[in-house]
């Protein structure tokens, strides 16, 4: 078991002050979408608006926390809902299960023994089960910020691309998303030292960039990003 790295009380205001990002959010969730199956674990849910979209769709659901506040705030906000279930997992985790996906947003950055996680992540999935994962891009983007809250690294297509295979786990889709995104990261966090939260600027660039940055990215696959999104399978056989 591993201890939950970086300051948790900032991971959940962060994770709070940027719920009013709608659009950005929407985006990440429509990504994992094709690979939920019927059955899929969300890793790190935060407060649960991903798995509030995926709702939309899916039968049944697992979300997971490793924070004790975090995972209360699941436990009230799905109470009520029969098709989720809400439970504590650490990663890496010797634990085993059958689902049909699992989806990592912005998590496997806070593992410190990335390919550990990779690997119990496969245990959590029925052979050829999908891992679907973003992470954040580019090791010159880090920032005080990205430390302060636990990230460990940030990875490139290649970084990913090798714990991925490392982890036993074949690459299916791997690309950057979001360059406007980076850019505005580096001069935010690593140039000006801010963190990201609600306001103005977060809520404009929500409305205005992030509908565009998807029609454009529905035909052009960016050569840099703000992240990595990653499609890999377990092994079949």
């Known amino acids: 078991m591993q201890e939950i790295a970086g300051d948790t009380h900032l991971q959940s205001r962060v994770l709070e002050d940027l719920s009013d990002a709608v ?68 990663l890496p985790t010797t634990e085993r299960a059958e689902h049909s996906a699992a989806v990592a947003l912005n998590v496997l950055e806070h593992i410190e023994d990335d390919v550990a996680g990779l690997r119990s992540i496969g245990g959590l999935l029925r052979a050829g089960g999908a891992v679907v994962l973003i992470v954040p891009a580019f090791p010159a ?50 140039t000006l030292r801010l963190a990201p939260h609600d306001g103005l600027l977060v809520r404009a660039y ?10 454009l990215e529905r035909s052009w696959q960016p050569p840099f990003g703000q992240s990595v999104f990653a499609v890999a399978r377990t092994p079949t056989g």
């Open 141 to 190: 983007a880090m920032s005080r910020f990205d430390r302060t809250i636990g990230h460990f690294r940030r990875y490139t297509v290649a970084s990913l691309r090798g714990a991925l295979i490392a982890a036993g786990l074949t690459v299916e889709r791997i690309h950057y998303i979001n360059p406007i995104g980076l850019m505005g990261w580096f001069v935010a966090c690593r």
């Open 206 to 215: 929500d409305r205005m960039v992030v509908p565009l940055a998807r029609r």
């Open 23 to 90: 659009n950005y959010q929407r985006w990440l969730a429509d990504l994992a979408l094709p690979y939920l199956g019927s059955h899929p674990i969300e890793l790190g849910s935060g407060i649960g608006d991903y798995a509030a979209t995926w709702l939309r769709t899916v039968p049944r659901l697992t979300v997971s926390e490793a924070d004790d506040s975090r995972l209360k705030g699941l436990v009230e906000r799905f109470a009520d809902d029969v098709r989720v279930d809400v439970r504590t997992l650490f």
